[in-house]
């Protein structure tokens, strides 16, 4: 992109290596540096002036927002969703739309689930359309993003959101006994972090039988449309 060269050749006197991650938003092109360091003064004057130039919808540094032009929107199911500066998502829109398929599918029927490290709602809004989702995080940010978007979002179920440390198993058990009573000796360990736990609670009837699924969602290269590997429906509790 022209962009990234016009930003690169206004730090250049940095001296630093740079890192740009990009995001190709509904409402444009949302970029986050890394490298250059505290920006101030006319450097930042610059780098704004070539956002508005190069028409971003948002430029930051560090995560530090230089300017917001228009707030940069993706989509999950239904849901317009406005990502922190930097925040993971799937590389491509088309490897989030399988995941999510695989995943509504593989808890048709499921009333209330538990999306941990749900992070801005990549799987929360396509399953809160036939769900009550509980999207648990650690990211503030992530999820500051995600009660944003349930909030302008029409025709989902309920969809709440909390921070949890969810990288240790006592923490993953207490989370998941606070939606529905799991002994937490049958747990079978952390996630890490490359991986997401989805839990479902189906009917009345099953609930005794809540569906226990991981998504793994590794940031390796992947050939076409290929996504990470999905176990869905997996282990049962109770």
Do not use: W, Y
């Not at 004057?45 to 917001?68: C, F, K, M, P, Q």
């Not at 707030?71 to 993971?88: I, N, Q, T, Y």
Request: proline share 8%.
């Amino acid at each position: 992109l022209p962009a990234l060269g016009a930003l690169a050749a206004a730090l250049r006197s940095r001296g630093k290596p740079l890192d740009f991650l990009l995001t190709a938003t509904r409402t444009g092109v949302d970029v986050d540096m890394h490298g250059p360091g505290p920006i101030d003064g006319p450097l930042r004057l610059r780098l704004v002036e070539l956002a508005t130039t190069h028409d971003l919808a948002r430029l930051s540094n560090h995560g530090d927002v230089l300017i917001e032009r228009r707030a940069p929107l993706v989509r999950f199911g239904s849901a317009d969703v406005s990502p922190p500066p930097g925040g993971f998502l799937q590389a491509t829109e088309t490897a989030d739309q399988i995941l999510a398929r695989l995943v509504t599918g593989a808890l048709d029927g499921a009333r209330h689930v538990a999306d941990l490290f749900s992070g801005c709602g990549t799987l929360t809004f396509p399953l809160a359309v036939a769900s009550h989702v509980t999207a648990f995080d650690t990211d503030a940010g992530a999820l500051s993003a995600l009660q944003r978007g349930a909030r302008q979002a029409h025709g989902l179920k309920p969809v709440r959101a909390e921070r949890r440390d969810l990288d240790h198993q006592l923490a993953l058990a207490i989370v998941i006994r606070s939606i529905i009573e799991v002994p937490s000796s049958t747990t079978t360990g952390p996630a890490g972090a490359q991986a997401v736990p989805i839990v479902g609670f189906r009917s009345a009837r099953r609930a005794a039988e809540p569906a226990v699924g991981t998504v793994d969602v590794h940031p390796h290269p992947v050939v076409g449309d290929q996504v990470g590997r999905v176990e869905l429906p997996g282990q049962r509790l109770g």
